[in-house]
Antibody
Framework: QVQLVESGGGVVQTGRSLRLSCAVS????????MHWVRQAPGKGPEWVAC????????YYADSVRGRATISRDTPQKALYLEIETLRVEDTAFYYC???????????WGQGTQVTVS | QSALTQPASVSGSVGQSITISCSGS?????????VSWYQHHPGKVPKLVIS???SRPSGVSDRFSGSKSGNTASLTISGLQPEDEAIYYC??????????FGGGTRLTVL
């Protein structure tokens, strides 16, 4: 079955960088758009970024555009998100999610906590 | 990228029907048929229950249905069950090639 496992979260100082990883299995990774979504404490989810199956085309939320880079490694079946110049407001639980052609997120990982202080 | 507007909470009794609204704009809900709904039980991973405005993924109960009129989408749950108690989020694709979430609606089953 589809599995997505995030890693790389932790406590980071403001201004530093962080790279999150998501290991996927159970589906043809190369065929699908992949997303990162985050949820801050007490708030609803916020879409962060996505990368198309071509591995080159990416889109970002205004809140991270210019500071974040989403990437994928098809042979390794891995998705990444690097955020630079971290801010306190980047504190959240970060999920990777498998996308559908209709811009839904049909499978989610368990998430990884990022705390910026 | 303003968040979509959902009511903070709705409630209904077992067996009743409820509808959750999701209000957006011409730049998101009004522009595409790419509205989705997610069910989120605290401590668990969000689950897709409606995609493409009204399509149910495999395995989702037919008690869940979706619709859209103009810039507003709706999720209806009929025959409420205790296990439906959760937070529900809507999303829409936007003309900026982004996804936007609603703030979430907490459903209480009485």
């Amino acid at each position: 079955q589809v599995q997505l496992v995030e890693s790389g979260g932790g406590v980071v100082q403001t201004g530093r960088s962080l790279r999150l990883s998501c290991a996927v299995s159970g589906f043809h990774f190369y065929n699908y758009v992949m997303h990162w979504v985050r949820q801050a404490p007490g708030k609803g989810p916020e879409w962060v970024a996505c990368i198309l199956s071509d591995g080159r085309t990416a889109y970002y939320a205004d809140s991270v555009r210019g500071r974040a880079t989403i990437s994928r490694d098809t042979p390794q079946k891995a998705l990444y998100l690097e955020i630079e110049t971290l801010r306190v407001e980047d504190t959240a639980f970060y999920y990777c999610a498998k996308g559908t052609p209709g811009w839904s997120l049909d499978s989610w990982g368990q998430g990884t906590q990022v705390t910026v202080s | 990228q303003s968040a979509l507007t959902q009511p903070a909470s709705v409630s209904g009794s077992v067996g009743q029907s409820i509808t959750i609204s999701c209000s957006g704009s011409y730049y998101d809900i009004g522009a595409y048929e790419y509205v989705s709904w997610y069910q989120h039980h605290p401590g668990k991973v969000p689950k897709l229950v409606i995609s493409g405005v009204r399509s149910r993924p495999s395995g989702v109960s037919d008690r869940f249905s979706g619709s859209k009129s103009g810039n507003t989408a709706s999720l209806t749950i009929s025959g409420l069950q205790p296990e439906d108690e959760a937070i529900y989020y809507c999303t829409s694709f936007t003309t900026s090639t982004t996804l936007v979430f609603g703030g979430g609606t907490r459903l209480t089953v009485l």
